[in-house]
Every structure is written in C-alpha cells, then in structure tokens.
C-alpha cells in the first residue's frame, strides 16, 4: 500500500544531513554509577515527541512520534527519514502514535534463539505499533503492524482495537513485549475509568496477549469467561513492559496517581490491584482502597512519591557488567534513569541523568548493551562506557 512516495523529505534528507549533524563532541554528560564510568551522546534533537523506539541494527532505528509519524533514523548518516502511519490515529491528551516494537525472528530459527530482547534485527521483519485509535470523538488503544522492508513500510494490518473506548484522552497504555512462544503482549492503562480495570470483561487497565497475526490464543485466562485477550488486569497505566528471556518472565511497570508506581511481575490470570489496592493517593490527598488484600498482587517495587515510569527493560548486557540484572525505568516527571536491585531486599535504587533536566520517554539496548533514550523534547541519546 505505501512505497517511497509516503517518505516525507526523502529529497529534504541531504539537506537535513548538515543540520542534523552534530560537533565532533556531542557529549552531554559524564558520570559513575556503581563503578561504571558513563557518557551521554546527543545522537539526534530533531525528532518530535518520539514515543517509542527499536533497532534494525546498532545504528539503524525506528521512532514512533505521538503525532503519528514513524520516523527512520540512520545515526551514523544523518539521515532522518519520516511518514504518516496510515492509522486514524486521536493523538490528543495522552493518545496518539505509540509503542514500537520489531518482532523477533521467527522460532523456527535456530540460530536465533539466544538472541535477547534487545538485540539487532535485520531487514523483513514485521513492526508492531500501538496507538489510540480515532472513532468520532473516543479512541482506544490499538495494535497494529507493517512489514520492514528495503527502507520501506509495506502492508500495513490492523491487529486489534480494544474494547477501551472513552471520551477520555488519558491513561492509554501502552507498550508492547514478545515472548519467544508466539506471542505479543500490549498494555492498555483505566482510560480514565478506573472501576473498569477490576472488570474482566473488558481490556481497559488490561495487559493483554495475542498470537503474532492477533489471534486469541485458547489457554489465555478469560477466554472463557470474560474478555478473551485479557491477560492480566487491575492495572493503572502500564507503561512499561519487558519479556525477559533469560527467566522467561514478562515485567510490567506502571503509573500511580500520587505515589504508588509500581514494578510488577506478570502472571497470567492475576489481578494487580487497581483501584482497590494501591499506596498512592488521590492528587487532592485521601487514600485510595487500600495497601494490600490478599487476592491481589503486590508490587516488587513501588515508588512513593512518583517518578512517573515510561519504559521498562532489565539489564542483562556485557557493556555495563556492575549493573546486571537491574530493573531500568526511564522517568517523566522524575526526570532520570531509574536503575533498582530488586535482589536486594529492600529493593535497592539508583537515579543517574538528573543532570539533563529532561522528561524521558523510552529505552532500549543496542547490540553491545549501550542505552539508547528518547525525551520528550525530541533528543536521542546513547548512555555508552567512557573510554
Ligand atoms: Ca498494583
């Protein structure tokens, strides 16, 4: 369906090449954490409110902007390359163009099967997206994908449009996770509704899971007996979900209100909580429900106050070898990356990146276990060992 012509700015891209480039130094920031000499390179400011990010390859990347632009982004050209999604995207409020996430190889792939979440894809690969789907003037959230091809997007497919339409422009969800099963895992947040996240018949405060073409798989929870997609429920706004294949384990982090941010680990079936079980409190200052009851799942971590919890991965990569096995959040409102040892008991926690003063929207791994991040203000940054 679409081809080079939907390339906005494929001529435009030689002439952004200068502006894009950058000064010899484009290091932002240096720093230590547990041992670890770091610095922050500006690979890019000239994307607008990106959302979500993944890798073709340790230098090839694709952004998804809340507008409902995909964005191309080659870090050691220069080159930027951006199209319209052709979704009916609401990108009002919290909504729009979403999470992006390439799917791994095929199972059938030996060769492949060590491969973790995070490392480099080549070409043909199917890309998935999330995105609050525009009906009058409701929307919910969506998944759907494309196929990657030679620089182009091709047959663009609709997977599933959950059942959380509101008025609302809040509380969308919403990334997404693959298992090395077949299967794909999307969040979708109370949507403003938070009584709703406690009703199985519905995907609204749901994780939910689907085959990779977005079928319901039958040994799903509530294919019976509620909505069938569901995989997890009670939640608030998931925003962060990782697949970790080293314990082959889906993790979830997730928005309070005031307080109460939460890492939960995901089980299918279980209910995490929301709005009946949560630390935080109402922006105006009353509890809400109460702090534990015992047919819900507790977090493994909550951050009181909030630090507004965008994106979630854990650490399993050979560049930073003292921060193994750490749950890393990027942070809105707190403004940092957020790094917890949840093999300590209490959780023990790191904030790195306060210096930047920026809001941070999402992070992923390239190849050698360097952490790309987006902010909101359009920056792409790489957190890599100092030399
Ligand atoms: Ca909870």
Redesign the pocket.
Same mark, same amino acid.
């Given at each position: 369906m679409l081809s080079t012509k939907f390339w906005i700015g494929l001529t435009t891209a030689t002439a952004l090449s200068s502006q894009l480039a950058l000064a010899a130094d484009n290091i932002i920031l240096r720093a230590e954490l547990l041992g670890e000499a770091f610095q922050v390179e500006q690979l890019s400011n000239e994307l607008r409110s990106p959302w979500g990010l993944d890798l073709i390859s340790d230098h090839q990347l694709l952004i998804s902007e809340k507008s409902g632009h995909l964005v191309w982004l080659d870090i050691e050209q220069q080159q930027l390359l951006r199209q319209a999604v052709p979704f009916e995207i609401n990108s009002s409020g919290q909504g729009g163009l979403l999470d992006i996430k390439i799917a791994p190889a095929s199972s059938g792939s030996s060769d492949r099967s060590t491969s973790s979440d995070e490392s480099s894809r080549s070409d043909g690969s199917w890309v998935y997206l999330t995105y609050s789907k525009a009906q009058g003037r409701q929307a919910a959230t969506a998944l759907g994908r494309f196929q990657w091809l030679n620089h182009q997007a091709s047959d663009w497919q609709e997977l599933w449009v959950s059942d959380s339409w509101q008025n609302s422009g809040q509380h969308f969800g919403s990334r997404i996770a693959f298992d090395q099963q077949g299967h794909v895992f999307f969040s979708v947040g109370d949507r403003g509704d938070r009584d709703q996240s406690q009703n199985v018949s519905n995907a609204i405060g749901g994780i939910l899971r689907l085959t990779l073409d977005g079928q319901v798989p039958q040994d799903n929870p509530f294919v019976d007996s509620g909505y069938p997609a569901l995989w997890s429920y *009670?939640?608030?706004n998931p925003q962060g979900l990782f697949f970790d294949h080293t314990t082959n384990s889906l993790w979830s982090n #997730?928005h *309070?209100p005031r307080g *109460?941010d #939460?890492i939960?680990l995901i089980q299918p079936g279980a209910n995490? *909580?929301?709005p009946r /079980?949560?630390t935080g409190r109402e922006y105006w200052g009353p509890r809400i429900g109460t702090t534990s009851l015992p047919s819900? /799942?507790?977090?493994l971590h909550d951050w009181t106050p909030s630090i507004a919890p965008s994106s979630l991965l854990i650490y399993r990569q050979p560049a930073f070898a003292n921060w193994q096995s750490l749950f890393i959040s990027t942070a809105l409102a707190g403004q940092h990356l957020n790094l917890v040892d949840l093999r300590q008991r209490p959780a023990v926690e790191y904030r790195i990146l306060t210096e930047l003063n920026e809001r941070l929207r999402a992070a992923r791994l390239d190849s050698e276990g360097r952490i790309l991040i987006l902010t909101d203000s359009g920056r792409l940054l790489r957190v890599s060992p100092a030399p």
């Open positions: *009670g939640h608030r #997730e *309070g *109460g #939460e939960n995490y *909580g929301w /079980v949560t819900m /799942v507790d977090p």
